[in-house]
């Protein structure tokens, strides 16, 4: 599957794999652009981000490592 920014929630799945022990707040929107960039899945331009797109992947993982984490 091919990932671009839009696709926040498929991005903050494959970050909860990738990254299982990190807990998305305390990752930096530097380290989380890169870490989305590096995902193999990942087909956008890196240029293309904004916070407002990190916002929701971070938002995004968020959920998903709660569900994973706190039941």
């Known amino acids: 599957m091919k990932l671009t920014w ?3 929630e498929d991005i903050g799945l ?3 794999e990738a990254h299982p022990q990190v807990k998305p707040l305390e990752v930096r929107f530097t380290d989380l652009h890169r870490w989305v960039t590096e995902l193999s899945d990942f087909k956008d ?3 293309h981000s904004n916070e407002g797109r990190l916002e929701a992947i971070q938002m995004a993982w968020l959920e998903a490592w709660k569900e994973e984490n706190e039941g």
């Open 14 to 16: 494959a970050l909860l």
């Open 45 to 47: 331009d890196p240029k």
């Open 6 to 8: 839009t696709d926040s």
